[in-house]
């Protein structure tokens, strides 16, 4: 069987892959027959996650620009192409009031969720994508349109990433389509601290009854790197189980996913999807 949506023999790269919802991107591109490398910050991670989906991976950190050059220097090497940039690596650091947060977090804010996804786009822009075209998308957040607690920095940087999504859109065009997704609240070791002990709850306070998995997300990325989305790009879609519209529902409780942010912090550990 053919696999769908045109992506046979087309090369990518997925940052933030070990695990959640970049693991769940890369396993589907590579199921659409697109040969993948993954990137992240753990080696072993890094490893495991490239034999799982039959391809190849490099361990690094998104904020060095080596690591990035690197990458799409290995993609080009082993492939010959490379056609999709998927930028999933993030932090939730800074995590609480933006008056308590510190300068150099708020940095590594902007330097994983912003600067990072721009400068791994430059490079396959310069060494692929320049001449012969290619896909990006960007994982945005559903939070980056209005304001939760105790998450200012991580929505202002996904807010900031969200118009880099369609900067880039405007100036790459016609060549290089660029769009985003935006999640809602998914079942990702990122989130955990949110959902875990709550979920049914959680989901329940949906239209569409559960909260989010990685291959909801995985799927709408693979289409919109697909030929399917050829005349999309600029666009921001969002995977979040009718969150934006829970409101309109006569028995919709209270914001459910703000109450748990507001009782509960991260271990540390937020970086990644």
């Known amino acids: 069987m ?42 072993d991670a890094v490893r495991r996650a490239a034999e799982r ?28 192409r490379l056609d999709i940039v ?12 933006l008056m308590d947060a510190d300068p150099e977090h708020w940095r590594e ?20 994508m320049g ?15 209005h304001v939760g607690p105790r998450v200012g920095a991580y929505g202002t940087s996904k ?19 660029v769009n985003s997704v935006s999640p809602g609240l998914v079942r990702t070791e990122m989130a955990r601290f949110v959902w875990e002990g709550s979920e049914d709850e959680l989901g329940a306070s949906l239209p569409l009854g559960r909260i989010g998995r990685p291959e909801d997300v995985a799927a709408a990325v693979t289409w919109l790197v697909s030929d399917a989305a050829g005349w999309i790009t600029g666009a921001d879609l969002l995977v979040d ?6 409101a309109a529902r006569p028995d919709s409780p209270a914001h459910a996913v703000h109450e748990r942010l507001r009782r509960r912090t991260p271990d540390g550990r937020g970086s990644a999807r």
């Open 2 to 43: 053919t696999p769908p949506y045109g992506l046979q023999g087309r090369a990518a790269v997925v940052t933030g892959a070990s695990r959640g919802i970049g693991l769940a991107v890369a396993e589907a591109l590579a199921g659409a027959g697109v040969r993948v490398c993954v990137s992240a910050r753990d080696p």
């Open 53 to 80: 989906v039959g391809g190849i991976g490099l361990a690094g950190s998104v904020t060095d620009a080596a690591h990035l050059d690197e990458l799409t220097g290995l993609t080009l090497r082993t492939f010959g």
């Open 86 to 97: 998927v930028n999933n690596a993030a932090t939730n650091q800074p995590y609480g009031p």
């Open 109 to 128: 804010a902007f330097a994983v969720n912003v600067e990072a996804p721009l400068r791994l786009v430059q490079c396959a822009w310069r060494a692929w």
């Open 131 to 145: 001449e012969h075209g290619g896909a990006v998308v960007n994982v945005c957040t559903e939070g980056a349109e």
């Open 159 to 177: 807010a900031a990433l969200l118009h880099l999504t369609r900067q880039l859109a405007g100036e790459l065009a016609p060549g290089v389509r």
């Open 241 to 246: 189980g009718g969150t934006r519209v829970r």
